[in-house]
């Protein structure tokens, strides 16, 4: 798995629209696309397990093969949006301001799940 991303710096009609850049995105959504964490390991699988106590509150599990990951570095929850400066290595948890209900779970700035 790639570690980083050397951005297109796109300037209208200076930057080439050319194979080599546009296959330069290809590859890297294909490297996305191929480390992406699967469902069964979010939810219900051997990641993160999200479940309801006997009073009705969620609760939240994230394994130890998760946490020990060199690509993870803890998790954190807040609300509404991803704040601009995130820490790219930890799963964010988006509640609602209002409800408190999750909404969204990311990772590396990328939604890998949404209600």
Known sequence: MKTSY???KWVDNKTPVNAKNLNKIEEALGDLYENAI????IVGGTGI?????EEGQKVLGVSDSV????????????EDELPN????NKIYFILDSETKTLIKIMLNGITIFEV
């Open 67 to 78: 946490m020990m990951s060199n690509t993870c570095s803890g998790f954190e929850f807040i």
């Open 6 to 8: 050397i951005k297109t």
């Open 49 to 53: 397990d999200i479940d309801t106590d």
């Open 85 to 88: 400066n995130y820490d790219r």
């Open 38 to 41: 699967g469902k069964d390991e």
